[in-house]
């Protein structure tokens, strides 16, 4: 099983500023990977697959880099809205052994 | 607009097996770029991929459960449907279905259920 590895755990960041989260594959997914957000009592909503497409609907603010194991999700000025939980999601193999990150919690400083 | 719609038992009994439906709207489960799947969530384990389905009839399952899951799909009704079996309370979690894009070699999802929670208990 590939193991996906967010960090940090906790990011504080002020509403304006740039936020940076990390997720780490086991071993490289190539460009396979999608990021989601989560907010409290809801859904996780796609943002970004294949590395750095955002999917539809999702403002430019939101950017995605990386390959083979070491991906980032980079929010460039952060807005109310973008607090929330974000997740990252490999998904290389064939027959499909999907897995997903533990989550990053961007919370307001 | 797509939508997903989990329902199904709240409470199971410890043993016994968690069936659950997605109910789809707005569009057809019958098509060639999608794949249907389950995703379930708990506290201690995060997001956690049960299993996919395609309309016609492919399924794969996550080793960690596949000795223990079957999905299913109707498609008459426009639905897809989870059976776990034999759980635990390590099985009480927020269950999720989800439209799963697949084409390109991308595999993520792309539409979500509100989920449904279910707690394994006697």
């Known amino acids: 099983e590939t193991v996906m590895t967010q960090s940090p755990v906790t990011l504080s960041v002020s509403p304006g500023e740039r936020a940076t989260l990390s997720c780490r594959a086991s071993q490289s997914v190539s460009s396979n990977l999608a990021w989601y957000q989560q907010k409290p009592g809801q859904a996780p909503r796609l943002l970004i697959y294949a590395t750095s497409t955002r999917a539809t609907g999702i403002p430019a603010r939101f950017s995605g880099s990386g390959s083979g194991t070491e991906f980032t999700l980079t929010i460039s000025s952060l807005q109310s809205e973008d607090f929330a939980v974000y997740y990252c999601q490999q998904y290389n193999y064939w027959p499909p052994r999907l897995t997903f990150g533990g989550g990053t919690k961007v919370e307001i400083k | 607009q797509l939508q997903l719609q989990e329902s199904g038992p709240g409470l199971v009994k410890p043993s016994e097996t968690l069936s659950l439906t997605c109910s789809v709207s707005?569009?057809?489960?019958?098509?060639?770029?999608?794949?249907w799947g389950w995703i379930r969530q708990s506290p201690g384990k995060g997001l956690e991929w049960i299993g996919n389905i395609y309309y016609g009839g492919s399924t794969y399952y996550n080793p960690s459960l596949k000795s223990r899951v079957t999905i299913s799909l109707d498609t008459s009704k426009n639905q897809f449907s989870l059976r776990l079996s034999s759980v635990t309370a390590a099985d009480t979690a927020l269950y999720y279905c989800?439209?799963?894009?697949?084409?390109?070699?991308?595999?993520?999802?792309?539409?979500w259920g509100q989920g449904t929670l279910v707690t394994v208990s006697s």
């Open positions: 707005g569009g057809s489960i019958s098509t060639n770029t999608y794949f």
């Open positions: 989800a439209r799963t894009f697949y084409s390109g070699g991308n595999e993520f999802f792309d539409y």
